[in-house]
């Protein structure tokens, strides 16, 4: 068990990378705070982890409200006593270039899949000092590192979310606070349904999102969850301000 004792909250657990991060945290004896914006998804999460004899509560909450936030955190922190992983890995996918969004749809791409880290991070950054440390995980993408059509402001979003992940981690290594990122390729979530759904021809997208992968397939949520197992594991202990690319493949072998 690498992770007993531990307590992890993991934002956008109730679906895809989240759902299967949660679940991998809890098999490996952390306490999870499974948290959404959608209640009854995130219960339900909860729910499959203490039927497996695990420790788990869920909380509705939404990112990109600051006020909800400073709440929320605020009294998991006094219940909890001591919080030592955040997981921000809620996030959308917003589609358009620049000529095509609105600025209704920039803000909200941009509050979800970043300010919330920050908001999230800063709200957290106390107590995690006052423990002598603590451990932050942003979900990143290869979206961080190349430019994709029609995809302007989520690749901006992801490209901040790893610059910020660095930032973060050179300002907290004095006080043992770590962070990393992860930098996942197409992975089936519901999310990855709703871009494709989004394209000209769906079936066409799904196909040419697999060829992207020299490893012959998308992946799974768990393949995403295992490396934020290792991250938040003492396995990582001198690991901060890296980006963990899991994609089987898909940057070596653009075309
Ligand atoms: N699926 C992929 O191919 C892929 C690839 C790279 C990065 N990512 C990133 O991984 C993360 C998870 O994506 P996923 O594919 O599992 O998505 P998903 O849609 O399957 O799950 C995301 C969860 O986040 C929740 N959520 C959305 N907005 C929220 C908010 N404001 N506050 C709280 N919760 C909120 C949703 O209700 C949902 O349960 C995202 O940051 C996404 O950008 C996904």
């Known amino acids: 068990m690498r992770l007993k004792n531990k307590?992890?909250?993991?934002?956008?657990?109730?679906?895809g990378i989240g759902r299967a991060t949660a679940k991998f945290f809890a098999n490996e004896?952390?306490?999870?705070?499974?948290?959404?914006?959608?209640?009854?998804?995130?219960?339900?999460?909860a729910e499959e982890i203490s039927k497996d004899g695990n420790k788990s509560k869920s909380l509705k909450l939404d990112v990109t409200n600051e006020e909800e936030i400073s709440?929320?955190?605020?009294e998991l922190i006094q219940s909890e006593i001591k919080i030592d992983i955040l997981v921000?890995?809620?996030?959308?996918?917003?589609t358009g270039s620049v000529e095509d969004l609105t600025t209704q749809e920039w803000d909200r791409q941009i509050d979800t899949n970043l300010r919330s880290i920050y908001l999230m991070s800063n709200k957290i950054w106390k107590h995690f000092k006052k423990n002598k440390g603590g451990i932050i995980l942003n979900t990143a993408s290869i979206?961080?590192?190349?430019?994709i059509a029609n995809d302007a402001a989520y690749c901006a979003s992801k490209a901040a979310v790893e610059m910020l992940t660095r930032c973060m981690a050179k300002d907290g290594a004095p006080d043992n606070i770590r962070v990393n990122c992860v930098c996942p390729g197409f992975v089936e979530t519901p999310n990855i349904q709703g871009y494709f759904d989004a394209q000209p021809d769906p079936e066409a997208a799904r196909k040419f999102a697999i060829s992207l992968h020299p490893i012959g397939r998308m992946g799974k949520p768990e393949d995403i969850a295992k490396g934020f197992v290792f991250l938040a594991s003492d396995d990582a202990e001198w690991i901060t301000g890296s980006s963990l690319v899991i994609d089987g493949g898909l940057l070596t072998a653009l075309p």
Do not use: R
């Not at 999870?32 to 999460?45: F, G, L, R, T």
């Not at 979206?143 to 430019?147: L, P, R, V």
């Open 88 to 94: 921000n890995n809620a996030g959308i996918t917003v």
């Open 71 to 74: 709440k929320v955190l605020s």
């Open 29 to 45: 004896g952390a306490k999870v705070i499974c948290i959404d914006i959608d209640s009854n998804k995130a219960s339900e999460v």
């Open 7 to 15: 307590v992890a909250i993991v934002t956008g657990s109730g679906a």
């Open 143 to 147: 979206a961080s590192k190349i430019g």
